[in-house]
């Protein structure tokens, strides 16, 4: 279903304690304000959620992994399972962020292998895409993505993706204080419906949350939100300050 949603991606940022405390603030303001209709959502490192879902009214708010294994389970060794996160209270995970696919050498096989997974144990995949600075000025941006939506997503069933939610993240904009603009965003989203009602009809596409990633903030994050096809944001950086975090939901 397609919902405004505000999601915070703390990366490898905070120590469990710094997190629970960035949580409760999160949640102290999210409850003041009342029923709304913005889903806020947190992504924690593994090792918080836990204690994230104890410390928040996950009523009101949701968790995220950053990350699942692309193994059910067994012998390998650091590995965190989608089974064991489901089984934490996450509700959420992060697939195919550029920092994984360019870090960790995560592929279009490895993400099916982590989507499926992430599906088959009732957790909603937010699974991101975007563009390196050099296709975007080559003006190669709309293929690029089409292409790794075609190898990922695109091969789930309809049922199965009408479950996802879709982050359009350029990797040009992650973390460089440079956003896209208002226009470039919805331009993209606009793009990414297209697609999706290509592969799976209208009804689908208009039931899909596009979340657009890269440096946005208070001072953004209205312009960007208000666009049509742009139905919220993954947020880093500015995810790891309550305040900054509380005003972009706001923004709503
Ligand atoms: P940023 O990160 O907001 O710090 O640019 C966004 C993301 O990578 O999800």
């Given amino acids: 279903m397609r919902q405004k949603i505000v999601a915070g991606n703390w990366k490898c940022n905070t120590t469990l304690q710094e997190g629970i405390e960035l949580a409760k603030a999160v949640d102290a303001t999210v409850a003041e304000k ?3 209709d913005v889903v ?3 992504g924690t490192p593994f090792t918080h959620i836990t204690k994230v879902v104890e410390a928040i009214n996950t009523g009101r708010i949701g968790v ?7 193994e059910a389970k067994g012998a390998y060794t650091g590995e965190v399972s989608a089974a064991m996160v489901k089984s934490t209270g996450a509700e959420y995970v992060i697939l195919g962020h550029s920092e994984r696919r360019q870090y960790y050498g995560e592929t279009s096989g490895i993400l099916n292998k982590k989507l499926a997974l992430a599906l088959e144990n009732g957790l909603t995949p937010i699974y991101c895409c975007g563009e390196a600075l050099e296709v975007r000025e080559a003006g190669a941006q709309n293929e690029f993505v089409k292409q790794q939506l075609a190898e990922t997503v695109f091969t789930l069933s309809p049922e199965d993706f ?3 939610v879709i982050a359009y993240e350029p990797i040009w904009a992650i973390g460089t204080g440079r956003t896209a603009t208002s226009a470039q965003a919805q331009e993209m989203h606009a793009f990414l419906r297209g697609t999706i009602a290509e592969k799976y009809g209208k009804e689908i596409a208009d039931g899909t949350s596009i979340l657009y990633g890269g440096s946005c903030n208070p001072k953004n994050a209205k312009e960007l939100f208000a666009n049509p096809d742009v ?3 993954l947020i880093g950086g500015a995810s790891l300050k309550a305040e900054d975090f509380i005003e972009i939901i706001n923004a709503y």
């Fill in 34 to 36: 009342g029923a709304r």
């Fill in 40 to 42: 806020v959502i947190l």
């Fill in 64 to 70: 995220a992994a950053q990350n699942c294994a692309s």
């Fill in 162 to 164: 009408k479950k996802i």
């Fill in 231 to 233: 139905d919220g944001g």
